[in-house]
Nanobody
Framework: VQLQASGGGLVQTGGSLRLSCAAS????????MGWFRQAPGKEREFVAA????????YYADSVKARFTISRDNAKNTVYLQMDSLKLGDTAVYYC????WGVGVELHEYDYWGQGTLVTVSS
């Protein structure tokens, strides 16, 4: 599975961005998808995840009610809508894919994209 993340950029606090992750190489609808992020000097952390059908979603407490994960299986793409962005959201964001059930742990994911940088400024 190849994953290509895009949509990162520079945004002011309180602003919004939508990240996209396009998948290829395997039936997308069979994969659970996740978004993770890594801030400078910190470990990579879970942000959000979505089941293969889109029926189940999970969020880190730090982004709950501000971020929304969704997917379009017809377009082989998963999205992360990020609203009310904070300085602490600055990080490289990675999309990831896994077989079977949705997960919130890094080690559960088999495939990773290259990351897209989100910078939130004051």
């Amino acid at each position: 599975v190849q994953l290509q993340a895009s949509g990162g950029g520079l945004v002011q606090t309180g602003g919004s961005l939508r990240l996209s992750c396009a998948a290829s190489g395997r039936t997308f609808s069979s994969l659970a998808m996740g978004w993770f992020r890594q801030a400078p000097g910190k470990e990579r952390e879970f942000v959000a995840a979505i089941s293969w059908s889109g029926g189940d979603t999970y969020y880190a407490d730090s982004v709950k009610a501000r971020f929304t994960i969704s997917r379009d299986n017809a377009k082989n793409t998963v999205y992360l809508q990020m609203d009310s962005l904070k300085l602490g959201d600055t990080a490289v964001y990675y999309c990831a894919a896994k077989s079977w059930g949705v997960g919130v742990e890094l080690h559960e994911y088999d495939y990773w994209g290259q990351g897209t940088l989100v910078t939130v400024s004051s």
